[in-house]
């Protein structure tokens, strides 16, 4: 039994955690539906997640589409199968690298600074204050900016995708000695509307995922600079795990045979 216990204690608060980070979800989806509504705030956390991402989730998406295309490229001439280079690219970009790779740069660079204004605030008693002022602090701080990383994501990943499959042709055309138009064209007959689904719909699990983890640590956060610090810590961990947990979980709920 001593040796038992550690896990039992590990086990007991994992599950305790799930159901406050799930109680806390909730809570903050039912503001969707309950005026008073704080549209402005939702726009500037959508500008915030969305249009200021883009630059490094484009950076991303495009350097891993050309590193795939070099890769696929090594592996595929020596079967003489260079023609599905095209293929691999867009299939791997759409359904698993172009939704992945972007909600970890959203993980690190919103959930991050979510975490921390939100645990700043905390110290500093703004959460509190806003109670003082009978504005309720899930409605105007968290459920924005849940439904922000809902929305933000999705077309965010739809052009971290299209970046992708153009560094992919990039390479092929320009080192590999393939026919532009052609690439293109292998591209276009071969991805289907269910790859491109899959990855957005996958881009809102994780734009959602990203923004609860930034906002559950940063709401309950400790008292201080360590508090602050180690509440970011955990949100960009704890949702870089989910990301790849329900990455799992959708593709196998969407491809599984």
């Known amino acids: 039994m001593p040796l038992l216990s550690p896990l039992g204690q590990l086990v007991l608060a994992l599950?305790?955690?799930?159901?406050?980070?799930?109680?806390?979800?909730?809570?903050?989806?039912?503001?969707?539906?309950?005026?008073?509504?704080?549209?402005r705030q939702l726009v500037r956390q959508i500008v915030e997640i969305g249009y200021f991402s883009l630059p490094v989730v484009g950076l991303t998406t495009l350097f891993t589409g050309m590193v795939l295309a070099l890769q696929a490229y090594t592996g595929?001439?020596?079967?003489?199968a260079e023609s599905t280079i095209a293929n691999l690219v867009v299939l791997a970009i759409t359904r698993e690298?172009?939704?992945?790779?972007?909600?970890?740069?959203?993980?690190?660079?919103?959930?991050?600074?979510?975490?921390?204004?939100?645990?700043?605030?905390?110290?500093?008693?703004?959460?509190d204050a806003l109670d003082t002022l009978s504005t309720p602090p899930m409605k105007y701080l968290v459920a924005p900016r849940l439904l922000a990383g809902t929305l933000a994501l999705p077309p965010l990943v739809a052009i971290g995708n299209v970046?992708?499959?153009?560094?992919?042709?990039?390479?092929?055309?320009?080192?590999?000695?393939?026919?532009?138009?052609?690439?293109l064209q292998a591209t276009m007959n071969f991805v289907s509307m269910d790859d491109v689904l899959s990855g957005l719909v996958k881009?809102?699990?994780?734009?959602?995922?990203?923004?609860?983890?930034?906002?559950?640590?940063?709401?309950?956060?400790?008292?201080?600079?360590?508090?602050?610090?180690?509440?970011?810590?955990?949100?960009?961990?704890?949702?870089?795990i989910l990301i790849l947990v329900f990455d799992y979980l959708l593709t196998e709920a969407f491809f599984a045979k």
């Not at 640590?217 to 970011?232: C, E, I």
């Open 15 to 39: 599950f305790a955690t799930s159901g406050r980070v799930t109680l806390f979800a909730l809570e903050a989806m039912s503001h969707w539906v309950r005026p008073p509504f704080y549209g």
């Open 76 to 80: 595929f001439s020596q079967f003489n």
């Open 163 to 183: 970046i992708g499959v153009m560094g992919g042709w990039l390479v092929g055309e320009q080192k590999l000695g393939f026919n532009g138009a052609a690439y």
């Open 203 to 240: 881009a809102a699990v994780f734009g959602f995922t990203v923004t609860l983890m930034g906002c559950y640590h940063g709401f309950n956060s400790g008292r201080g600079a360590q508090g602050v610090g180690a509440a970011t810590t955990n949100a960009v961990v704890s949702a870089s």
């Open 97 to 127: 690298l172009g939704p992945v790779m972007a909600g970890l740069m959203v993980a690190g660079r919103v959930g991050a600074a979510m975490a921390a204004e939100l645990a700043t605030m905390r110290v500093t008693e703004q959460i």
